[in-house]
């Protein structure tokens, strides 16, 4: 013990242990009792083993709940860029909602309405074009952002996030834009139908189906359907998940080479200590939303445990190449880094960054956070490096934003 344990507990990650007696006493004689028994209560916090953890507790030497709470983890501190943007829309969203009780369409237009400006700038794409794709559950609106006309580039069908529920490809435009000329891809919005109307699985399905339609129709808008990655932010990282498996399972899994991830819903289920930690009222994203939003996308309660909507429960093996992008500071972050570990144990190529004081939407704030930026540089670096591409050279022109 002593100095050597000092130096040894640095590498210490995690504990996993299974009860397999029980006595009636434990000792903890030594003199880094308090040290060791605080280091093993936070590697079963880390590894979500929390009735084990309670279990410990009751051996925590008379010191007390308080003495348990001083070295229970905390919230880090927002990154302040990200964090103009993010008091912005949450103060701007509570100021036109005034304290009503509204439904989803009036919620809808004022999320619209808040990112507007968030929205702007950015690169100029030579060209955009809106059409619609045939699905079995009716036709959806793509927007596709070519940065380069008439040059052959894989492709990347965006899903946006916003619970299922909100949010289109009109918020996530100036996301779509950056990735596209950043990796030097043609970018393609799918404006998949939102819940509660249209509940699961109906918005995977039209993903599923838009995969297909590109593949068929693609090139008659300039567009490669054989080389496609699949990406989304939030429920639009759930919904890229389901997609590769739901095609992987139908022997199609091909039809796309790559996933570029930005805090995903992997799993409805968020730890205790996330929801205390970065889930309160004070956050972008709450845990009473994450319980909300999954409670309407979904059509009964099994399909809380489909692997195709939990993803921490699907089997990952022969998934394309991941990258997943991780906020710090998000309610969801342990169980995007819990499916990082579980794409990697499975053999698949996995990037995965995790970005200090970043709460979750904090792609959206590209216009004003150099770590937006670093994120989406970051997962169009992955882009090239998957599709053998060459560096994108030079500067796209830009609209300017006065912020």
């Known amino acids: 013990m002593g100095p050597r344990y000092l130096s040894l507990r640095e590498h210490v990650v995690g504990f996993h242990a299974h009860i397999r007696d029980t006595r009636a006493t434990f000792k903890l004689g030594q003199d880094e009792r308090d040290d060791v028994f605080d280091d093993i209560l936070r590697g079963l916090w880390d590894t979500r083993q929390l009735p084990l953890a309670d279990w410990m507790r009751r051996f925590d030497g008379g010191r007390g709940a308080d003495a348990i709470a001083a070295i229970e983890p905390r919230a880090r501190p927002i990154d302040p860029e990200i964090a103009l943007f993010i008091d912005s829309v949450i103060a701007e969203g509570r100021r036109l909602v005034g304290g009503r009780t509204l439904g ?63 949010f ?22 799918i ?63 091909h039809r796309v080479g790559a996933v570029l991830s930005y805090y995903a819903g ?5 730890s205790p200590h996330s929801r205390r930690r970065y889930g309160t009222d004070a956050d972008m994203l709450t845990a009473v939303e994450v319980d909300t939003f999954w409670n309407y996308y979904i059509s009964r309660p099994a399909d809380r445990n489909d692997p195709y909507t939990h993803g921490l429960l699907a089997d990952v093996a022969g998934l394309p190449p991941y990258f997943i992008g991780v906020g710090e ?29 970043a709460p979750h939407s904090f792609i959206e704030a590209v216009q004003v956070s150099s770590t937006a930026r670093q994120s989406l540089e970051d997962g169009a670096r992955f882009l090239r490096r998957v599709f053998g591409l060459d560096p994108v050279v030079g500067e796209r022109p830009r609209l300017s934003t006065a912020r």
């Open 104 to 166: 989803w369409p009036a919620l809808r237009e004022i999320v619209e309405q808040v990112r507007r400006p968030w929205r702007e700038g950015g690169p100029v794409m030579p060209r955009t074009e809106e059409v619609f794709a045939d699905t079995r559950h009716g036709p959806v609106r793509l927007r596709i952002h070519d940065p380069a006309p008439g040059r052959p580039k894989p492709t990347l069908g965006f899903l946006h996030g916003g619970g299922w529920a909100m």
């Open 329 to 357: 500071c998000d309610v969801l972050s342990e169980q995007n880094l819990a499916m990082a570990g579980k794409l990697m144990a499975a053999g698949v190529d996995v990037e995965v960054k995790l970005y200090p004081g």
């Open 191 to 253: 404006d998949y139908a939102l819940s509660p109307e249209a509940r699961y699985p109906v918005a995977l399905e039209q993903v599923v189906d838009v995969v297909h339609r590109l593949r068929e129709h693609g090139p008659r808008h300039g567009l490669d359907g054989e080389r496609l990655a699949l990406g989304g932010d939030s429920a639009g990282g759930n919904l890229s998940a389901g997609a590769v498996l739901k095609l992987r399972d139908e022997g199609q899994g």
């Open 168 to 189: 289109s490809i009109d918020t996530h435009d100036l996301v779509m834009r950056e990735l596209a000329a950043r990796a030097g891809v043609a970018g393609v919005g």
């Open 266 to 270: 992997f799993t409805p289920d968020c």
